[in-house]
């Protein structure tokens, strides 16, 4: 049986709150349900049974630290934080592109395919996952990647993700994007510096979705009417949990051929463009007016739901496009990146646009802009390098493993 040996901190619940007198509670989805309490006393008894094959066996949730033990069929736990709205990042986020947590993957199970300097790497952020110093969330992007997948790599991958994450998402770019669309463009919005007050990197159930509601959760209304908001908030949590970890337990792969059509498509507009302004001179003498232009016709639902939200009239969004938008852009945290990378990809027509630069752009410089390290693939990581300058601070940048670690430990340390 794998055991995490990561000590999780306890949590001062006090008396008055309606979980004090409990230590921990077991589900199965046989129905199977055990409550102990502080002073050792059990209760059992049996709930519905949930209908089909499940790859959890049992589910342990220990009140004192507000985490849940998976424990699967061959007897394999992990341990996922479930946190409460009062729950923040304490120790530092490092975002990591899918081939590295394909690295990850391999080490944990002594796959001979890795070696040297990024075994190396690879074993120490193992390490500092398992003992809680730093974060590895996973995103939409890592689970649509992963549902690609099939057979014995993806469930190598799939435990590997499930153990290092401990539960820890990145909130979907469209919900940030929509988020920095509505301070940008708010009356005396900031100009510098990064905008704290979104939790980027959460333990909010169904976070990663660009759809909150996509994975079916029990909703707080139909929830009994006398049970207290902790155990209501508490029974999303642990049910989405737990379908995070059956989602990537599926061992059937799942490819969109209609969103690799949509991004197919997307990609195929912007190596468009970029044929256009070279071989068109009056083109190129406005390139970062129409990459700019580019960029925000690309989410025209977004733009104008904040203008609107925000009570700006059609003549004063033309102003703020024409003379506002610039320096606005720039320093919205994922935004400004966005912007900047499809501007130097786009002066540079040589570059090929494939389907998926779209996930690629979305989700890498979110996680450059509000992470405290991103570990990426080359391409986009050297663009985001390159957008440094033009855009607001953010995370530390790399493309390889080996050379995050010097950085991931210094904020360690300063932690």
Known sequence: MRRLNAEQPRIDLG???????????????????????????????????????????????????????????????????????????????????????????????????????????????IELARNREIILPLSGAHMVETAKMGGQQRTDLARTMIELSRGWQMRSPLRVREHELKRMLEPGSPTTSRWPDIDVFTLLPNAIWADRFGTALP????????????????????????????????????????????????????????????????????????????????????????????????EQFRTWLAEDAETTLAAAQALGRIREVIHLRLSNADDKWEANDLNDLLYLATAGAYADVLVGEKKTCSYLLRAGGAVSPGGAVFHRMIDALPAIESLIAQA
């Open 15 to 125: 008396t008055e709150h309606p979980l004090a007198a409990v230590a921990t509670i077991t589900l199965k989805p046989t129905g199977e349900a055990e409550i102990v309490g502080v002073d050792g006393r059990i209760f059992r008894y049996h709930a519905p049974s949930m209908p089909g094959e499940w790859a959890v066996a049992s589910t342990v949730f220990d009140v004192a630290t507000s985490t849940l033990r998976l424990v699967l069929h061959d007897d394999t736990e992990f341990v996922t934080e479930i946190g409460t709205t009062m729950s923040f990042v304490d120790r530092p986020v490092v975002y990591l592109d899918q081939n590295h947590w394909i690295d990850l993957a391999r080490v944990r199970v002594n796959s001979p395919k890795i070696s040297g300097n990024r075994k190396f790497a690879c074993e120490r952020l």
């Open 219 to 314: 909703r707080l209304d139909d929830l009994p009417d006398d049970l207290p908001d902790e155990l209501r908030g508490l029974t999303q949590r642990i049910t989405w949990a737990v379908a995070l970890t059956e989602l990537l337990l599926e061992t059937d792969s799942d490819f969109s051929s209609e969103g690799y059509r949509i991004a197919t498509a997307w990609a195929k507009s912007f190596h468009d463009l970029a044929q256009h302004m070279r071989s068109n001179p009056k083109a190129k003498a406005y390139a970062r007016d129409l990459s700019r232009t580019r960029f925000i016709t690309d989410m025209p639902t977004d733009i104008g739901r904040a203008a609107s939200d925000n009570g700006i009239s059609p």
